[in-house]
């Protein structure tokens, strides 16, 4: 069984800055490329971002592109989202998750490809 365990969301201005880590247990973390996805009210949960294994590949939404940033730190079990320059839009609640291939060669976006989800973090921008 894995969990994955999310904080760091919260209430930001717009223009504003936060952090959202997601850490695992019950898997081999290094093995398994790692995503981010959001959900606004009365809408699809999307793609946010995705990370490699090793953490050199990632992938954005074009909604996030140039303001958030993935990484990971697979000797702490830990990925990590920093958001910059939020915007009142990018209000959701944010969810990580596990890619359900380990050793997977590349990153996916699609929901399906992952089947372990975080809690999911409310993150809120006011304008």
């Known amino acids: 069984q894995v969990q994955l365990v999310e904080s760091g969301g919260g209430l930001v201005q717009a223009g504003g800055s936060l952090r959202l880590s997601c850490a695992a247990s019950?898997?081999?973390?290094?093995?398994?490329?790692m995503g981010w996805f959001r959900q606004a009210p009365g809408k699809e949960r999307e793609f946010v971002s995705a990370?490699?294994?090793?953490?050199?590949?990632?992938s954005y939404a074009d909604s996030v592109k140039g303001r958030f940033t993935a990484s990971r730190d697979n000797a702490k079990n830990t990925v990590y989202l920093q958001m910059n320059s939020l915007k009142p839009e990018d209000t959701a609640v944010y969810y990580c998750?596990?890619?359900?291939?380990?050793?997977?060669?590349?990153?996916?976006?699609?929901?399906?490809?992952?089947?372990?989800w975080g809690q999911g973090n409310q993150v809120t921008v006011s304008s």
């Open positions: 998750a596990a890619d359900r291939i380990p050793f997977r060669i590349g990153i996916v976006t699609r929901r399906d490809e992952y089947d372990y």
């Open positions: 019950g898997r081999t973390f290094s093995s398994y490329a």
């Open positions: 990370i490699s294994r090793s953490g050199i590949s990632t």
